[in-house]
């Protein structure tokens, strides 16, 4: 099993920043992809930001320009970098990563921080 906890959320007013993170923990993993997601209030969750094993980063639309992902493979750990706010980006973030967990591959997701965008 792989564990994935996410950090950094919080309050921010328009035009600021948050950087995000995400932790992998557990035995026996090797992790494919790591990425982010969101989900506003009575939307459903979509992708923002994906890094693969080269550290590639592919964004959403919505988040290029404003959004950097990043890992650090030693640490096991993803990070989202999210400036020039709006209050469209209000939403719980969501972790996931395809791993690889005792020889079998898996999907798994972090319980998610909510980033809120207000004035």
């Known amino acids: 099993q792989v564990q994935l906890v996410e950090s950094g959320g919080g309050l921010v007013q328009p035009g600021g920043s948050l950087r995000l993170s995400c932790a992998a923990s557990?035995?026996?993993?090797?992790?494919?992809?790591m990425d982010w997601y969101r989900q506003a209030p009575g939307k459903q969750r979509e992708l923002v930001a994906v890094?693969?094993?080269?550290?590639?980063?592919q964004y959403a639309d919505s988040a290029k320009g404003r959004f950097t992902i990043s890992r650090d493979n030693a640490k096991n750990t993803v990070y989202l970098q999210m400036n020039s706010l709006e209050p469209e980006d209000t939403a719980v973030y969501y972790c996931?990563?395809?791993?690889?967990?005792?020889?079998?591959?898996?999907?798994?997701w972090g319980q998610g921080t909510q980033v809120t965008v207000s004035s």
């Open positions: 996931h990563a395809i791993a690889v967990s005792n020889g079998r591959l898996g999907t798994y």
């Open positions: 557990g035995t026996s993993f090797s992790i494919r992809a």
């Open positions: 890094i693969d094993r080269s550290d590639t980063g």
